[in-house]
C-alpha cells in the first residue's frame, strides 16, 4: 500500500558516493537515491544508477545481499554534500583519532565480546559525551566492521544528533507505536559508509526510549552493532527501559569534573534495578578538569 501510494521504505543497508545514498524499497524493489536536504524517492527519469560489485554485506532478513555501491552520472552528482556537512569539523571525529585516542578507544571496542547492543550512559556534560559516542563508534566499525546504528536518546536537544547536523529531523520521538519499520524511516543515512542514525525527533523531551527498547530484536537483527546514547540512569525514569534491554553499559564520567557523588547515585539507580554489571568509561578534559 505504501508503494502504491508513492511511499517508499528505503534499505538502509544503501551505498554512498559523493554525498548522494542509493538504495531500493523494501516493498517493491524500485531504486531510490537520497540527495542532500532530500528524502528517499526513485531515480528521476533521465538519469541511471550504474550498481558495481563490492564487498559482502549481510542481508536485510527477507531481501537480497547488499552487494553494490551505486554511481551516479554526472548530472545526479552536481552540487552533492555530505549529509551532516553543516556540522563541518564532527565529521572528521569518524575518522581515525588521535594515535593515543584511537588505542584506548579500539581497546574498548575489542572489550565488547559478543554484546550487539552497547549503552553510555553518561554523566558528564554533552560535548564530553558527544565526542565520546563518535569516537566509539569509529573504533568500533574499525574493529567490527558491518552495519552500526547509532541512537540518540537522550531525550534532549544536545545529544550525537547535533553534531551530525540531525537536529529537528524525524527520529526517536517520532518512532509510531503501531510499526516497528517507522523507526527504519526516521534513520538518517551518515556520510560514513554503513554507519546510521536514529536521531533525537522533531520533540526530543516526547522521546519514547520503551519502544526502541522493545524494538531491538528488530533492529538487532539488522545492524551488526547498536550503539545508544543516553543521559545519566537517574536523570529519568525513561531511562531504565533501554538499559535493562542493553547487552553492554557503559557509564561515562569525566575525570577531575564528574563528582564521586553523582557516580555513587548512578551506581545505586542501576543496582536497584538489578543492572549489576556496569563498566565505566573515564574520560580526560579537553582543556584540563
Known amino acids: 500500500m505504501f508503494c502504491i501510494l508513492g511511499y517508499h521504505r528505503a534499505d538502509p543497508a544503501a551505498a554512498w558516493n559523493d554525498g548522494i545514498g542509493f538504495s531500493r524499497c523494501l516493498g517493491c524493489g524500485v531504486e531510490l537515491v537520497q540527495r542532500p536536504r532530500a528524502g ?35 548530472r ?55 565526542d565520546t559516542l563518535l569516537l566509539l563508534a569509529a573504533m568500533l566499525q574499525a574493529e567490527r566492521g558491518g552495519r552500526l546504528l547509532l541512537i540518540d536518546a537522550t531525550m534532549g536537544a544536545d545529544g550525537v544528533s547535533v553534531p551530525l547536523g540531525a537536529v529537528g529531523k524525524p527520529g526517536l520521538s517520532d518512532i509510531r507505536t503501531d510499526d516497528p519499520w517507522s523507526a527504519v524511516e526516521m534513520m ?39 550503539l545508544i546514547q543516553q543521559r545519566a540512569i537517574m536523570a529519568d525514569s525513561r531511562n531504565l527501559a533501554l538499559a535493562t534491554r542493553a547487552d553492554l553499559i557503559w557509564a561515562l564520567a569525566e575525570e577531575g569534573r564528574s563528582p564521586m557523588a553523582r557516580l555513587a547515585a548512578a551506581r545505586d539507580a542501576f543496582h536497584a534495578n538489578g543492572i549489576a554489571d556496569v563498566g565505566l568509561i573515564l574520560t580526560v578534559p579537553t582543556h584540563g578538569g
Not at 83 to 88: F, K, L, R
Open 40 to 74: 528517499w524517492s526513485p531515480v528521476p527519469r533521465g538519469y541511471a544508477v550504474v550498481w558495481r560489485p563490492t564487498a559482502e554485506r549481510p542481508a536485510l532478513t527477507g531481501h537480497a545481499p547488499a552487494r553494490t555501491t551505486g554511481f551516479p552520472l554526472a
Open 76 to 130: 545526479l552528482a552536481d552540487g552533492a554534500r555530505r549529509v551532516g556537512a553543516a556540522a563541518g569539523r564532527t565529521l572528521d571525529r569518524f575518522h581515525a583519532p588521535p594515535d593515543h585516542a584511537s588505542r584506548s578507544y579500539r581497546y574498548l571496542a575489542q572489550r565488547i565480546g559478543s554484546a550487539r547492543t552497547i549503552l553510555l550512559s553518561a554523566l558528564c556534560d554533552a560535548d564530553a559525551a558527544n
Open 188 to 226: 538518517q543515512m551518515l556520510a560514513r559508509p554503513d554507519m546510521i542514525l536514529l536521531g533525537a525527533g522533531q520533540r526530543p523531551a516526547a522521546g519514547r526510549p520503551d519502544l526502541v527498547a522493545a524494538m531491538l530484536p528488530f533492529l538487532a537483527e539488522r545492524f551488526d552493532q547498536i
